[in-house]
């Protein structure tokens, strides 16, 4: 029942499909065409194209055919309805374009009725050929084709009349000029524990020999079954009234136990090579086992990874990385990849098993889908050596693919070693059709590995329920209007071998023997010779000779191989059905260097030797003084030419660039340029192109590094680096001066008051005079005096018989008013005048008539800060002093307050 299913599961396809006129498309193709096809009409909904195989009758015949299975094609038989039919296509299809292309026509493979039996005296059907699915599968062999009906039933001489899908093929030779049938389950061995549901023929092929192998998935509870017979013997003394006919040399598995029912083995088969014992005329036929074929047992099972993805719905055999043993590849289209555990996408996959030995196999190599629900590797077809490199390559079918679910048809290379690096995808073959027509199912069945038109190039028929798609030729069904359109698509492989030969390759630059178009300059000259340009299959295309040459009279880069390229294509074909194509694997690209002479000895491979030293003219640099740096730097070369030789002096942000002093005998090829690059402020010196061995240059100016390109030697001279210390000043110069400098008392015209009421009937007047100046710049300074001050008024302790221990007044004797100025910021060149106007306590004094006393006044500075990131470890600060004896005159202003003043210290930090 399960094998019922799934052949009405394709059945259903057929019917759920309506399809308009196709659009065929290549996408990154390499050598397959699909361009003007050509048309083969069926019958409509008769399934035109549901399998296809190629037809030669002879090895050595030119004439070509393409035969197609219509499963539910009516035919001429009596009284069957739908028993389906193979039809003959000749190819090319239009071989004369004035007349009309041809027809395929039905191969008369059964005209006959259904047999019939008597029973209870009446007569019944003993088989039944409508709806039996003859064509649903075919096969060709040297002239030799095979064609089968799956659905075909009989009733097993029952009296009760039960029918069993037992299935029947027929096989055709001599170009269909003699018929036999083959119904290997057609026994007395019915009903679904025996090989009454056997359906033989669900798949079919032949070994390289031209022995038949059917399978027949439904025998023994769904156990499967594959039988093997030869043609020549299913022939030889056949008889339409045989029945029950066991053929001769016949081979069929047998049941297996309970545990292995519904394992459909003859789903599908394929033949290979896989004892090495193929001198003998053996085969092993696969579906999911490796089956001997001398007494068709099991010597090899291939299992899949998950349950319910159709692991062996198509098998097929190559030796795909030319090691001379056949390798396996499986399809499982229902593989569904789990990246997430909830969420699962069924893409397919297809299994590559290698054959390192006989029987020998690796782990598999595993191609998967890409497209959801698109059935990759439905179909796998071989395609022998379709882009002539040698490695079979092989097509995978996923004919629900693509952004419309229009299907497509992948083409895969082979190679040498595929365990590392996998079969290579060189093509897709895309069905586009129009939206309205549903799923097209383009890639269901695939058929190739031959050549159809002796252009020594496999064809293939890429085939679906609509679409019979070839990389050879592109076909595809219409079941609407019975159509199919092929398209030849095998273009010849045309491989390139070019060679260029440069003369001279290394150039001269003093050797100019060559004139300038149109002038008679002479300059360094080479050309170029573009020969062996040859075409696989195509004759050697004449030499190609250029000269191109460069009016430059002098050019930087010497180092630096001078290149030529060649790219190569095919010129666009004319009149061609089939334009060739260029090799993918094999470059259209070609190149040479040629050199330039230098000044590096016999090997023409420069090995500089540069090195630098670098000096400076001091060591430490004040803030705010004029700073100006000289740096001395010496370049030498002392191994051979250096090119393009370049000198970077990288400057700091806080510096300015000035200029370059030079030797005079540097002073015809010394050039330095000052350039800002990302922000960064450089000097770049040209030291010589080349800097010759032995050359010294000592420029001048500010440097960092040094700096030359493009070697492999010593290309670098050693990294220089000079620093300089910065550090922070300030000097400052105080004086001071007091007015009057003596005073007499009492003074004329005035009396002391107990009790004054006016500054006058204090005393005379003391005025004090500071100024402090900033030799340098200089910051915040404290002095004595805010900017705006308000007066003070303080009284001298009076008690006059006190004694004093000496005659000289100062804070450390007596009770002192303390004036604290704070300056601000003083600038180069700045000052700051404080100016203290006090009254001396006449009635003190007076007290002493006889004593003469000097007072001081104390006065300092004090930098609290620089206006600097960087300071100095210590900040200046200085005190002098200031008395006064005698009469002087009092100072008029402030200028002449400057003019009074007289030096007392200068305080440096």
Known sequence: MCAYRMYAFGGMLCRVVSVLWPVLSVVSGFNLH?????????????????????????????????????????TSQPGIIEGGAVYYCPYPLNPDPTKQPYSCTQIPFDNTNNRMIKVNGTREPLEFKSHQWFGASVRTHKGKVVACAPLYHWRAVKVNGEKDPVGTCYVAVQNFSAYAEYSPCRTNDPDPEGQGFCQAGFSVDFTKEGTLVVGGPGS????????????????????????????????????????????YLGYSVAVGEFTGDSEQGKRQHFHLSVINSTNLTFIMNFTGEQMASYFGYSVTVSDLNGDGYDD?????????????ESKPKEVGRVYLYLQHSPLTFSEPLLLTGT?????????????????????????????????????????????????????????????AWASSSGLSGYGFTLRGDRDLDNNHYP???????????????????????????TQ????????????????????????????????????????????KLCVTRYLPSPPL???????????????????????????????????????????????????????????????????????????????????????????????????????????????DYI?????????????????????????????????????????????????????????????????????????????GVCHPSQVVLPFPHWEPKENPVKEDDVGPQVTHIYETSSVQDTPELLGFLRNSSSPHRYRRATNAAQPYSSKTLNCSNIICLRVLCVVGRLDRGQSAVVKIRSRLWAHTFLQRRNDPYLLNSTVSFRVTALPYRLQPSSLPQHTTSCGFFDRARPPADDVSDREQLTSDQLADA
């Open 34 to 74: 699909a361009e003007h096809p050509a048309v083969y009409r069926g019958p409509e909904g008769s399934y035109f194209g549901y399998s296809v195989d190629f037809y030669r009758p002879t090895p050595e015949s030119s004439t070509l055919s393409v035969l197609v299975g219509a499963p539910k094609a009516n």
């Open 220 to 263: 023994f509870y769904w156990q499967g079954q594959v039988m093997t017979a030869g043609v020549a013997e299913i022939l030889n003394g056949y008889s339409l009234k045989a029945v029950l006919r066991r053929v001769p040399g016949e081979k069929h598995t047998h049941a297996a136990a309970d545990t292995h029912d519904d394992s």
């Open 328 to 340: 396996v590849l499986v399809g499982a289209p229902l593989y569904m990849e789990r990246e997430r």
């Open 371 to 431: 497209h959801t629900f698109g059935r990759f590797g439905t179909a796998i077809a071989p395609l022998g050596d379709l882009n002539q490199d040698g490695y079979n390559d092989v097509a995978v079918g996923c004919p629900f693919g693509g952004e419309d679910r229009s299907g497509l048809v992948l083409i895969y290379n082979g190679q040498r070693d595929l365990t590392a690096r996998g079969l290579t995808l060189s093509q897709e073959l895309y069905g």
């Open 459 to 485: 064809g293939t028929l890429p085939c679906t329920l609509l679409i019979l798609s070839s990389f050879f030729r592109f076909t595809s069904l219409l079941p609407s209007s019975g159509e199919v359109v």
């Open 488 to 531: 030849e698509g095998a273009r010849p492989v045309v491989s390139v071998e070019a060679e260029m030969i440069l003369t001279p390759r290394i150039l001269n630059p003093d050797d100019r023997s060559c004139f300038l178009t149109e002038s008679d300059t002479m300059v360094t000259c080479y050309c170029v010779l573009v020969n």
């Open 545 to 655: 000779s250029l000269c191109p040459s460069q009016g430059e009279d002098e050019f930087r880069d010497k180092l630096t191989p001078i290149s030529l390229a060649l790219n190569y294509s095919l010129a666009p074909p004319s009149n061609l059905d089939l334009p060739p194509v260029l090799n993918r694997y094999s470059s259209t690209f070609l190149q040479e260097q040629a050199y330039i002479l230098l000044d590096c000895g016999e090997d023409n491979e420069c090995i500089p030797d540069l090195q630098l030293t670098a000096s400076i003219d001091r060591t430490e640099l004040v803030v705010g003084d004029d700073n100006l740096v000289m740096l001395t730097i010496n370049a030498v070369n002392k191994g051979e030419g250096a090119y393009e030789t370049e000198l970077h002096t990288l400057l700091p942000p806080e510096a």
């Open 659 to 735: 200029g370059v002093e030079r030797r005079i005998e540097a002073l015809s090829r010394l050039n330095c340029e000052y350039r800002m690059v990302n922000d960064s402020r450089l000097v770049v010196c040209d030291l010589g192109n080349p800097m010759v061995a032995g050359t010294e240059v000592s420029p001048t100016h500010t440097q960092t590094q040094k700096n030359t390109k493009k070697y492999t030697h010593s290309s670098k001279s050693n990294p220089v680096s000079l620093s300089l210390s910065i550090s922070a000043r300030a000097q400052l110069d105080l004086r």
